[in-house]
């Protein structure tokens, strides 16, 4: 039942790959890399909504797994909204939570060779499971940027992470620590996007992602499908998918 479920979920993903994606969102809703945040936000008028299945990883022989239906929107000309509802799934038992978070953007996307930066906050609670985080992120085209072609682009961020876990023997833990991210264009809207960061929690792991993202020039629609490693429990990178849909902008 759990491989067909797998199953189903990639073949999901990988038919959202004929229409695209401008901007993906991270696991807590704010638009980046799977697990963490970028000096970009939604385009004027454009709000993204995503779905996302996290894979968390095991403990005791059971597995562990987050579903989520994450968003974020453009307020003004420089914050972005951002927030989520989610499904925590773990020991046979279902807690239900949010998150919710802002990004606010200093320098202005008119100038796509020059380099971004963004600061922003957020919270998630789901259950006995409960974090606040603040960070700061820069991001770069890594090349010259021509017509046509996409450069690839880097990512450097500074991130500070507090939980309170009521779960598994953590507790509470508070954490500084950093992370970087690449996505490498495979020819017009196939990219290749990587990070890695440090641990986020006490006892945890270094966090990092592995996936493979559609998402076609001027189009909506778009998925990621790949590994990560969310850092709260100590197993190996799990599956994650994510498709997604951009309104206006």
């Not at 509802?85 to 038992?93: K, S, T």
């Not at 807690?95 to 380099?115: C, H, M």
């Amino acid at each position: 039942m759990k491989n067909s479920f797998k199953l189903a979920l990639a073949t999901v993903a990988l038919a959202a790959l004929g229409t695209g994606a401008r901007a993906d969102l991270t696991i807590n809703g704010e638009v980046g890399l799977p697990l963490n945040p970028t000096a970009q936000i939604p385009q004027q008028e454009g709000f993204r909504v995503q779905g996302n299945y996290y894979e968390l990883g095991d403990i005791a022989g059971v597995d562990n797994k987050i579903y989520s239906i994450t968003a974020a929107g453009r307020a003004g000309d420089m914050l972005e909204i951002n927030g989520g509802v989610h499904r925590l799934d773990y020991f046979n038992e279902k807690d239900t939570g949010f998150s919710l978070g802002a990004k606010y953007l200093f320098t202005r996307e008119t100038d796509p060779e020059r380099v971004r930066l963004a600061v922003g906050a957020g919270l998630t609670d789901i259950g006995d499971v409960s974090s606040q985080r603040v960070y700061g992120v820069a991001t770069k085209y890594l090349g010259r940027v021509t017509e046509g072609r996409a450069p690839i682009t880097g990512h450097l961020g500074i991130r500070y992470d507090r939980f309170d876990i009521d779960r598994f023997g953590i507790g509470k833990s508070s954490r500084v620590g950093g992370f970087v991210g690449v996505e490498v264009p495979l020819g017009e809207s196939f990219n290749v996007v990587g990070e890695l960061g440090t641990k986020i929690i006490d006892g945890g792991r270094s966090t990092y992602s592995i996936s493979a993202r559609y998402r076609q020039k001027g189009q909506p629609l778009g998925a990621s499908i790949g590994l990560a490693r969310t850092g709260l429990i100590n197993d190996s990178g799990k599956l994650f998918a994510q498709v997604g849909y951009t309104f206006g902008g």
